[in-house]
């Protein structure tokens, strides 16, 4: 078998240890003395997964029979907020409790020895699942990290006159990755707002059009707003930046599980995607996605003994750490095979479009944008010309009585009046954040396969009683 090409490789290195893996599943994994583990193996197949669980989720039915599989209190909690933080399965979570296990049972054997070949299989897994190639992304704890990699890794490519340019609907964290790179680089951060209400995905597409400024170098846009809820219409956002020449980095932390995805088709030219939220698979895992063509000014954060050695080489070893997380998303990529993932989708949207239809009858109210303009997650409006009691009692006596309301006020809510409302659905056992967009109250719910149009017959009966409609 010839060698294969650079750009066909797997290629990582730390300090005890290489592994190069060509794309036909040729393979070879040194130690420290370079001893071949697997050798011009011409059959490179990944290694077994020793801690795999014998999980099979095919024909479980979705809603309360599937919550088992979850690790969720759902005795005690009506729990409508998996867009905040995900929330794992169980397969996955005892899967990565093995990889822990196994870890420490030899941690050198594990760490110097298995690791890495580990992780290729699991990037291998996870690149059939988003439309990729193993060696254009990396597996990492968070989305945090990868867009911090992202951005700073624009340092010494960007200047004064560039901009970097994101919508306020935005990740808040990610704003402040733009405004530190723009003050160490001398560019700007250039933030559009977006004019609400939208009615379609082209209206977006249009207001970005207009507003993209000259010396665009980056563009950055979430695949789900995480406020508001909204899926963008990326595939356009790329074609348009990349018609201009922009780079774009598509925050995507929402996205693995609630789109299908395509990363191939996409074209975006970084891509950010937590494993942790909508995929249910261990908290510590996300992936980062890179065209190849940019990969060489792709810096880590956390510079350790792959630094030099490629991409994938300098960014998946960060010291030593639990990578158990990243190991066991396989536990959920395969959860998620046999669940099927467009028969989730299907549930997921079906129950979000009963749920809407069923709190915005109950409130007199609307979503913040149309339906089809949401995945997994929609903003609600609490009622109108209403001021919950859990808002009043937290207001001063004074206030409380000066007729400070929403009748009197309807456009007058505060984030302080979001957060009332959220403890009081909190203390009646609702997890369900509120939010407040242009002096409007707006809960947001998430749905996933755990739940149930009851969970939101019992929002809908909370909300009204605190509101006394
Ligand atoms: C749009 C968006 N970007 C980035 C993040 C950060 O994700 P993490 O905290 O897992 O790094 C989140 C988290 O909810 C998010 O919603």
């Known amino acids: 078998m010839g060698t294969p090409a650079p750009t ?3 290629h990582i290195a730390s300090a005890s240890q290489t592994l190069t893996i060509g794309y036909q599943g040729f393979g070879s994994f040194h130690n420290e003395d370079n001893v071949e583990f697997m050798a011009s193996d011409p059959g490179w197949q990944p290694p077994p997964n020793h801690c795999q669980r014998e999980v099979c989720l095919s024909g479980t039915a979705f809603g309360a029979p599937c919550r088992y599989q979850f690790l969720i209190d759902f005795d005690r909690w009506t729990f409508l907020n998996h867009g905040a933080f995900g ?21 050198l054997r594990f760490l110097d020895r298995e690791l890495f070949a580990q992780l290729v299989r699991v990037m ?9 190639q193993r060696q254009d992304l990396v597996l990492l704890p968070n989305a945090t990290t990868g867009l911090n990699v992202v951005t700073q890794s624009l340092r010494g490519r960007i200047g004064p006159g560039d901009v970097l340019f994101h919508l306020d609907v935005g990740y808040g964290s990610v704003k402040k990755m733009l405004q530190v790179v723009a003050s160490q680089t001398g560019a700007r951060a250039v933030q559009h707002t977006v004019q609400l209400p939208l009615s379609s995905p082209s209206q977006l597409v249009g207001q970005v059009a207009t507003a993209l ?22 595939q356009e956002l790329v074609q348009l930046c990349h018609s201009r020449g922009i780079e774009v980095l598509i925050d995507g932390a929402h996205a693995l599980g609630m789109l299908p995805l395509d990363l191939r088709q996409l074209g975006a030219d970084y891509f950010v995607a937590n494993c942790h939220k909508w995929l249910s698979g261990p908290r510590g895992s996300a992936m980062l996605h890179v065209q190849p063509k940019h990969q060489r000014h792709v810096h880590p954060v956390i510079v350790s003994h792959g630094y030099g050695s490629g991409f994938v080489s300098a960014l998946l070893w960060d010291g030593n750490r ?29 129950l979000l479009r009963q749920a809407v ?51 009197a006020a309807p456009s007058s809510a505060t984030s302080a009046d979001a957060k009332h409302v959220q403890d009081a ?18 809960v947001r719910i998430s749905v996933h396969i755990y739940n149930e149009l009851n969970d939101f017959e ?12």
């Open 87 to 107: 929330a794992v399965l169980r397969c996955a979570h005892e899967e990565a409790e093995a990889w822990r296990r196994r870890c420490e049972n030899q941690p």
């Open 458 to 469: 019992k929002l809908a009966a909370a909300v009204s009683g605190m509101c006394q409609i």
């Open 8 to 10: 066909d490789q797997v």
């Open 322 to 350: 639990d990578y158990a997380p990243l190991l066991a998303v396989s536990a959920a990529l395969r959860a998620w095979q046999q669940l099927g993932p467009h028969a989730v989708r299907q549930y997921q949207r079906e």
């Open 357 to 407: 239809e069923l709190l915005t009858q109950a409130w007199g109210t609307g979503t913040l944008v149309p339906l089809h303009m949401c995945g997994s997650m929609a903003l609600v409006q609490l009622p109108r010309h209403c001021l919950p009691a859990a808002s009043l009692q937290n207001l001063a006596p004074a206030e409380a009585h000066s007729g400070r309301d929403f009748a």
């Open 124 to 132: 291998g897994e996870l690149a059939a699942f988003v439309g990729s």
């Open 425 to 442: 659905l909190y203390k009646l056992a609702i997890e369900c954040p509120v939010k407040c967009i242009d002096g409007n109250l707006f």
């Open 213 to 234: 400024p000259e010396g665009t170098r980056l563009a950055v846009f979430d695949a789900v707003t995480s406020n508001t809820g909204i899926v963008l219409p990326i």
